[in-house]
Protein backbone atom coordinates (compact mmCIF):
# COMPACT_ATOMS: atom_id res chain seq x y z
CA UNK A 1 0.00 0.00 0.00
CA UNK A 2 1.24 3.25 -0.93
CA UNK A 3 0.06 6.79 0.20
CA UNK A 4 0.81 10.14 -1.70
CA UNK A 5 -0.50 13.68 0.02
CA UNK A 6 -0.33 16.63 -1.20
CA UNK A 7 -2.35 20.06 -1.55
CA UNK A 8 -0.66 21.11 1.59
CA UNK A 9 0.58 25.26 1.51
CA UNK A 10 0.12 28.90 3.50
CA UNK A 11 -3.59 30.17 3.90
CA UNK A 12 -4.74 32.71 5.71
CA UNK A 13 -7.41 32.53 8.73
CA UNK A 14 -10.43 31.90 7.58
CA UNK A 15 -9.54 30.74 4.24
CA UNK A 16 -9.54 26.74 2.55
CA UNK A 17 -7.79 24.11 1.32
CA UNK A 18 -7.85 20.53 -0.43
CA UNK A 19 -6.32 17.95 0.66
CA UNK A 20 -5.66 15.18 -1.80
CA UNK A 21 -4.36 11.39 -1.07
CA UNK A 22 -3.86 8.98 -3.99
CA UNK A 23 -3.50 5.40 -2.77
CA UNK A 24 -2.75 2.28 -4.58
CA UNK A 25 -2.13 -1.19 -3.00
CA UNK A 26 -4.83 -4.64 -3.22
CA UNK A 27 -6.15 -3.86 0.64
CA UNK A 28 -6.70 0.09 0.05
CA UNK A 29 -10.71 -0.12 -0.89
CA UNK A 30 -11.23 -2.70 1.52
CA UNK A 31 -9.69 -0.79 5.40
CA UNK A 32 -10.91 2.95 5.90
CA UNK A 33 -8.74 5.27 5.21
CA UNK A 34 -7.99 8.86 7.38
CA UNK A 35 -6.50 11.70 7.74
CA UNK A 36 -4.47 12.68 11.38
CA UNK A 37 -2.44 15.78 11.57
CA UNK A 38 0.38 16.44 13.71
CA UNK A 39 1.46 19.87 15.44
CA UNK A 40 5.08 20.32 16.34
CA UNK A 41 5.04 19.18 19.89
CA UNK A 42 1.68 17.62 20.25
CA UNK A 43 0.92 13.95 19.21
CA UNK A 44 -0.46 12.85 16.01
CA UNK A 45 -4.17 13.72 16.22
CA UNK A 46 -7.38 12.31 14.28
CA UNK A 47 -9.04 14.74 11.89
CA UNK A 48 -11.40 12.22 9.54
CA UNK A 49 -12.05 8.78 8.09
CA UNK A 50 -14.24 7.40 5.53
CA UNK A 51 -15.58 4.36 4.25
CA UNK A 52 -14.73 3.27 0.29
CA UNK A 53 -17.09 0.64 0.13
CA UNK A 54 -19.98 2.92 2.11
CA UNK A 55 -18.85 6.33 1.80
CA UNK A 56 -19.93 6.65 5.64
CA UNK A 57 -17.24 9.04 7.63
CA UNK A 58 -16.49 10.28 11.16
CA UNK A 59 -14.67 13.39 11.85
CA UNK A 60 -13.31 14.74 14.97
CA UNK A 61 -15.04 17.28 16.93
CA UNK A 62 -12.70 20.21 16.11
CA UNK A 63 -13.39 20.00 12.58
CA UNK A 64 -17.15 19.19 12.27
CA UNK A 65 -18.76 21.32 10.24
CA UNK A 66 -15.62 23.05 8.56
CA UNK A 67 -13.85 19.59 6.95
CA UNK A 68 -15.44 17.27 4.56
CA UNK A 69 -13.64 14.32 3.49
CA UNK A 70 -14.70 12.03 0.51
CA UNK A 71 -13.38 10.11 -2.05
CA UNK A 72 -13.16 9.02 -5.46
CA UNK A 73 -13.02 5.15 -6.33
CA UNK A 74 -12.35 5.92 -9.76
CA UNK A 75 -8.97 7.85 -9.01
CA UNK A 76 -8.37 5.70 -6.18
CA UNK A 77 -8.12 8.81 -4.08
CA UNK A 78 -9.14 10.93 -0.76
CA UNK A 79 -10.05 14.34 -0.43
CA UNK A 80 -10.12 16.48 2.80
CA UNK A 81 -11.83 19.89 2.03
CA UNK A 82 -10.67 22.21 4.81
CA UNK A 83 -13.15 25.29 5.11
CA UNK A 84 -13.00 28.38 7.39
CA UNK A 85 -9.35 27.40 9.00
CA UNK A 86 -7.79 28.87 11.70
CA UNK A 87 -4.80 29.45 13.36
CA UNK A 88 -5.28 26.01 15.45
CA UNK A 89 -5.42 24.35 11.77
CA UNK A 90 -1.99 24.29 11.48
CA UNK A 91 -0.02 21.11 11.35
CA UNK A 92 1.55 18.41 9.38
CA UNK A 93 -1.79 16.33 7.56
CA UNK A 94 -1.23 12.94 7.11
CA UNK A 95 -3.49 10.42 5.14
CA UNK A 96 -3.63 6.62 6.44
CA UNK A 97 -4.94 3.65 5.73
CA UNK A 98 -6.62 1.34 8.75
CA UNK A 99 -5.26 -2.08 9.56
CA UNK A 100 -8.38 -3.69 9.34
CA UNK A 101 -11.42 -3.71 6.85
CA UNK A 102 -13.78 -1.99 9.84
CA UNK A 103 -16.29 0.53 10.07
CA UNK A 104 -15.01 4.25 10.52
CA UNK A 105 -16.54 4.50 14.00
CA UNK A 106 -14.17 4.41 16.67
CA UNK A 107 -11.32 4.22 14.10
CA UNK A 108 -9.70 7.03 15.66
CA UNK A 109 -6.47 6.27 17.40
CA UNK A 110 -3.02 6.13 15.17
CA UNK A 111 -2.50 2.65 16.37
CA UNK A 112 -5.07 1.49 14.29
CA UNK A 113 -3.37 2.61 11.03
CA UNK A 114 -0.74 0.25 9.28
CA UNK A 115 0.06 2.68 6.57
CA UNK A 116 0.99 6.14 6.33
CA UNK A 117 1.80 8.74 3.71
CA UNK A 118 4.45 10.98 3.86
CA UNK A 119 2.31 14.40 5.37
CA UNK A 120 1.95 17.46 3.83
CA UNK A 121 2.50 20.81 5.79
CA UNK A 122 -0.57 23.13 6.14
CA UNK A 123 0.34 26.40 7.97
CA UNK A 124 -2.49 29.25 8.54
CA UNK A 125 -1.53 32.83 9.12
CA UNK A 126 -3.59 34.50 11.84
Known amino acids: VQLQASGGGLVQAGGSLRLSCITS????????TAWFRQAPGRERDFVAA????????NYADSVKGRFTISRDNAKNTVYLQMNSLNAEDTAVYYC????????????????????WGQGTQVTVSS
Open 96 to 115: AVAKYPVGTEGLTMAYQYGY
Open 25 to 32: GRTIKLNP
Open 50 to 57: ISWKSGST
